[in-house]
């Protein structure tokens, strides 16, 4: 690998493999719109590159806002409690909404966020989630969109974090066990 900070990690989802999945969701997302206009809500801070990529995928006159939970501490255990620590911008009253995450996990924090956009009485509101692991559900909600379905691994890069590193990854790649130094 070309860079250090890759030391002792396996590659599950590739640069090109993640850039050819994003591609084809905008394109699924392009349709499913019909020429509507859309406000994408990413998850901070996770979601943010796939937010990037994603948006540029999808040929639809867009705006972006973005909110940002907590759920997690400072490793890999959800504290289970979902807080709003930033709320969005502006009204999504009457808008179509494409909610972004990263991963959906527990659904602990998508169905927070479904339940409290939906008071706000978007037109649509749709959710696109790069990775789904779906053994791992407490709360039942999908996702419209899923890139992957992987199973209960705990994974780093493309905006993924362990402890806030690893963010910066360009693929994304499986945490080992055990606490890293
Ligand atoms: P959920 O509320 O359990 O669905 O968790 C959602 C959030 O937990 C995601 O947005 C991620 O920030 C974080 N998360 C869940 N699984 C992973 C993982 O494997 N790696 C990094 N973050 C994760
Ligand atoms: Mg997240």
């Known amino acids: 690998m070309a860079t250090t900070i890759y030391q002792g990690l396996e590659v599950l989802f590739s640069r090109q ?9 905008g394109a699924q997302i392009t349709r499913d719109l019909n020429g ?5 809500i990413g998850v ?20 972006f806002d973005f909110v940002a939970t907590s759920s997690y501490g400072k490793g890999q255990r959800s504290s289970g409690a979902v807080k709003l620590i930033k709320d969005l911008d502006h ?11 990263d991963i959906l996990d527990t659904g ?15 037109k649509s509101l749709r959710i696109a989630t790069l990775l789904d692991k779906p053994s791992r559900r407490i709360e039942k909600i999908d996702a419209d969109y899923v890139g992957f379905s992987i199973p209960n691994l705990f994974v780093i890069g493309y905006g993924m974090d362990y402890a806030e590193r690893y963010r910066n990854l360009p693929d994304i790649c499986v945490m080992p066990a055990g606490e890293p130094e």
Not at 44 to 63: H, M, W, Y
Request: glycine share 4%; charged share 25%; aromatic share 4%.
């Open 108 to 122: 602990l924090t998508l169905s927070y966020l479904r339940k409290l956009f939906v008071q706000q009485h978007p």
């Open 17 to 25: 493999q993640i850039a050819e999945r994003v591609a084809e969701m």
């Open 36 to 40: 509507e206009k859309l406000v994408m």
């Open 44 to 63: 901070l801070k996770g979601a943010a590159p796939f937010l990037a990529d994603l948006s540029r995928a999808i040929q639809i006159d867009a705006t």
């Open 91 to 101: 009204s999504i009253e009457g808008k179509n909404v494409l909610v972004v995450e």
